[in-house]
């Protein structure tokens, strides 16, 4: 094995394990939201604040600011101090591990590129995703400041571009690492690479649909299935354009279809490029939304109903990067 192929394959899996660790933070801020932890830490310390509170009086001091949010103000005044911990904690661990990635996405980077390892034609898209990851960073700011200063809460906006940006983040790693790999191509035709990237765009929509979701509690609205309330189909509210975006029953409602209509193409998709994998994956994905709606949106249910999203992304994505190669070849 030559050294630029030992350095593809050194690259490839760096970016592989990157991916992985940008899975692991879907996880780690689906649980963060559930638990309703997001606006517990007030500061913004990208240095210092990968320490907890080491003392008494910095536990205090931190609780103090967090007594002042609209949150606790609106929905936990009273709350103790040992309860603000607990919700402290998921909070932190979450910036914590998006220091960790960019730490180790960072140093390897400069260390490939001094060393001259770093395949021709990849060091924009390995710039540009270091730079994707920052601006992460600075979108989950500013989506905690929507929460500071007159509700109690996150813009569900800024929530869905959060998410959405650590989708992209994930699906592009991947990509990168694909293109540094060797490929099976598949047989494929126009019609075929069509059907797999409208599954993917609409795949997308579901998982926007789906932060919406968390941003306005719309999973609590119905615990039925495939009603949205015992036996009623439609939801209460005008289906309106605004109300697609704005109104949580009507949320509820669209993400339940648009994942129905997802399953179906991403199913057929998998049947057409011969893949159980993935035909399995976006099935079982679509049993845990709704088993997400019947358990009153349980944290270990939900949470893991965000990781198979990311699962399903990544099987997708690599039956359409084999059908790329074999457009290619």
Known sequence: MTDTNSHKIIIRNWLYFNAFMVFCMAIIGAVTRLTESGLSIVEWQPISGALPPLNAAEWERVFALYRETPEYQKINAGMSLDDFKNIFFWEWFHRLWGRLIGIVYALPLFFFWFKGWIPQGYKKPLLGLLIL????????????????????SVSHYRLALHLSLAWIVFAALLWTGFSLATITPKDTTF????????????????????????GTDAGLISASWPMLHDSQFLPDAAITFFALFSNPEVIHFTHRW??????????????????????????????????TALSGVSIHVAATHQAGAFIVTALLLCELYKIRVTAQS
């Open 133 to 152: 990851g920052g601006l992460q960073g600075v979108v989950g700011y500013v989506m905690v400041l929507s929460g500071l200063v007159d509700r109690p």
């Open 258 to 291: 648009i994942a129905a209509i997802t399953l179906f193409l991403v199913f057929v998709f998998a049947w057409r490029v011969k893949s159980p994998w993935l035909g399995g994956a976006v099935v079982t994905q679509f049993a845990l939304g709704i088993w």
């Open 191 to 214: 019609c075929r690479r069509r059907h797999g990237w409208t599954a993917f765009a609409l795949l997308f929509t579901t998982i926007i649909w789906g932060a919406f979701m968390a």
